[in-house]
């Protein structure tokens, strides 16, 4: 909400226990060997080993695709807001939702489309050849909601050039330094610091600079609003707990029709 987001589009998911529902059906039209191919699960699959979690990998955490699945289709959404690194996991969707119209033999659920923003990624800080992730730890992303110093300092560490793949091009941590620049607005100071790199006369520690205050002054806007809120705590959550109930509805509406199609009962109590 501090973000922009209005508080009648924000509900809280366990008050909507159809997503959970809906999750199961897609389960039954969704396959293992799609879900096996998931990078994600990959990716956290072997952080798990490298904590020393061998052998206990959830299944909670291999289907958790299919419900991500439930949480666009349940509203029979068009354009779904998504980073980069959720395509694989959106193109499951839209394979999902074409395998039940193909059931349904009508086009029952819309095939989401992915909206990005600008910089649909941002990459690690420590690390930019991966994605941004406060799970990696304090080095590998930046906490805006954290004090001026604390972000100047995340900055100021991030890696810069670790060896261009190649002569001429921008290596990855110059490369996601830009990006973050332009993503906060900081346009001006991103042409003129590009055509410095391009002269070959960009310093490091200028353009950090720049980021740092770019994100400072995106951080300062939400913590302020932030603040406001949790003045007023207590009517945020009963808008949020009122639009979980309107938007409930939908969701009800949605289950009805897909038990319908799957020959399920529909029973109210």
Known sequence: MACGIEPENI?????????TELNWILNCFTSYDQLSRMTQFKDKSHQNDEKGS???????????PALQAADILIYRAGLVPVGKDQ??????TRNIAQRFNNFAGKEFFPIPEALYTKVPKV???AEPTRKMSASLGDKHNIDVLADEARIRKQVSSAVTDSGAPEPGIMSPGVTNLFAMLDASGMHEAHASLLQDYTQGSLKY?????????????ISMGIRERL???????KAVKNQIKQSSFEI???????????KEVCGLMNVSF
């Open 11 to 19: 509900f809280i998911q366990s008050l909507v226990p159809e997503h």
């Open 54 to 64: 061998e052998g206990f990998i959830s299944a909670g955490l291999f289907t958790y």
């Open 87 to 92: 395509e694989q996991h959106l193109e499951l």
């Open 123 to 125: 990459m690690s800080t």
């Open 205 to 217: 520690s200028d353009l950090k600079v720049a980021v740092a205050d770019g994100l400072v002054d």
């Open 227 to 233: 603040v406001e809120q949790k003045l007023e705590r």
């Open 248 to 258: 409930r509805k939908r969701a009800q509406e949605t289950i009805k029709e897909v």
